[in-house]
């Protein structure tokens, strides 16, 4: 019978797609990690990985598998919560999801609200892109997700918490940055552009693509990323521009302008 160790490995490897990644966040390096891996998909006789150079993909198993690991990991960490919660006399458990860009801007006051409002309730956070929090709030793994629309699923109720905007993300010595009026949509047109993921940032990837066609802009896509630090970074070493949430100021990238469009 497989481990918890296996279980928390394994979710690990399927959210990180990064065997590297995975180590890391699991605080273990790469080699026991790929054994525990490999010890699992013996035990449980099918492959869950697809494996290549440049990626780790979950198979058709490996995807079945990863809803019940979920939930099998969630029912541990609820057990051994609740029996340290027995002679504290506290109750509850919330689990919630939050993508990293709401780490900036609203998690604090979400947490705070919370915690004033529901003292004996215990906070489990965490951080996830927002596709995989709606399949997890439809596995039943998280309890209340922070994420941004689209939202699909009917036993999903939405209540809007924030609005921002997008600011042009440049080089400190791009024309566009160093010019005394701000960017327009029209300067974009035949720039080098990182643009967000369709699936992973599927959000930001439709505002973007719609803005464009409906202003007749063409900029040349580079890069395709999910996360925001990675497009800032990119943005640094300049690859090329990009466009980002207010909430990214936070983030205090040097060597990156941002600037109203």
């Given at each position: 019978m497989f481990s918890m160790d296996q279980l928390e490995s394994f979710v690990a490897v399927a959210e990180e797609q990064h065997f590297g990644r995975a180590a890391?966040?699991?605080?273990?390096?790469?080699?026991?990690?790929?054994?525990?891996?490999?010890?699992?998909?013996?035990?449980?006789?099918?492959?869950?990985?697809?494996?290549?150079?440049?990626?780790?993909?979950?198979?058709?198993?490996?995807?079945?598998?990863?809803?019940?690991?979920?939930?099998?990991?969630?029912?541990?960490q609820e057990a051994a919560l609740s029996a340290r919660r027995t002679p504290r006399g506290e109750t509850g458990l919330v689990t919630i999801g939050f993508t990293a860009s709401s780490a900036y801007t609203i998690l604090d006051k979400v947490v705070s609200a919370a915690n004033t409002e529901f003292p004996h309730v215990e906070l489990v956070l965490r951080e996830m892109v927002s596709q995989a929090q709606l399949e997890a709030l439809l596995a039943g793994t998280i309890d209340i997700g922070i994420i941004r629309p689209p939202v699909t699923g009917a036993d999903i109720a939405t209540r809007p918490l924030s609005t921002e905007s997008l600011l042009a993300a440049l080089p400190a010595e791009h024309r566009l940055a160093t010019s005394e009026t701000h960017p327009s949509i029209d300067d974009f047109n035949g720039e080098q552009f990182i643009g967000y993921s369709p699936a992973e940032a599927r959000y930001f990837h439709e505002i973007l693509v719609g803005a464009?066609?409906?202003?007749?802009?063409?900029?040349?896509y580079v890069q395709y990323v999910t996360q925001i630090h990675t497009m800032l970074a990119m943005v640094k070493a300049e690859l090329g521009i990009a466009m980002v949430p207010a909430a990214a100021a936070a983030l205090h990238f040097n060597g990156v302008v941002l600037r109203p469009v």
């Amino acid at each position: 019978m497989f481990s918890m160790d296996q279980l928390e490995s394994f979710v690990a490897v399927a959210e990180e797609q990064h065997f590297g990644r995975a180590a890391t966040r699991l605080h273990i390096t790469q080699p026991p990690l790929s054994r525990r891996i490999q010890l699992l998909e013996e035990q449980l006789g099918v492959d869950l990985f697809d494996r290549s150079r440049r990626a780790v993909k979950l198979t058709p198993a490996g995807r079945v598998f990863l809803v019940d690991a979920r939930k099998i990991l969630k029912l541990a960490q609820e057990a051994a919560l609740s029996a340290r919660r027995t002679p504290r006399g506290e109750t509850g458990l919330v689990t919630i999801g939050f993508t990293a860009s709401s780490a900036y801007t609203i998690l604090d006051k979400v947490v705070s609200a919370a915690n004033t409002e529901f003292p004996h309730v215990e906070l489990v956070l965490r951080e996830m892109v927002s596709q995989a929090q709606l399949e997890a709030l439809l596995a039943g793994t998280i309890d209340i997700g922070i994420i941004r629309p689209p939202v699909t699923g009917a036993d999903i109720a939405t209540r809007p918490l924030s609005t921002e905007s997008l600011l042009a993300a440049l080089p400190a010595e791009h024309r566009l940055a160093t010019s005394e009026t701000h960017p327009s949509i029209d300067d974009f047109n035949g720039e080098q552009f990182i643009g967000y993921s369709p699936a992973e940032a599927r959000y930001f990837h439709e505002i973007l693509v719609g803005a464009f066609r409906t202003a007749r802009v063409r900029p040349v896509y580079v890069q395709y990323v999910t996360q925001i630090h990675t497009m800032l970074a990119m943005v640094k070493a300049e690859l090329g521009i990009a466009m980002v949430p207010a909430a990214a100021a936070a983030l205090h990238f040097n060597g990156v302008v941002l600037r109203p469009v």
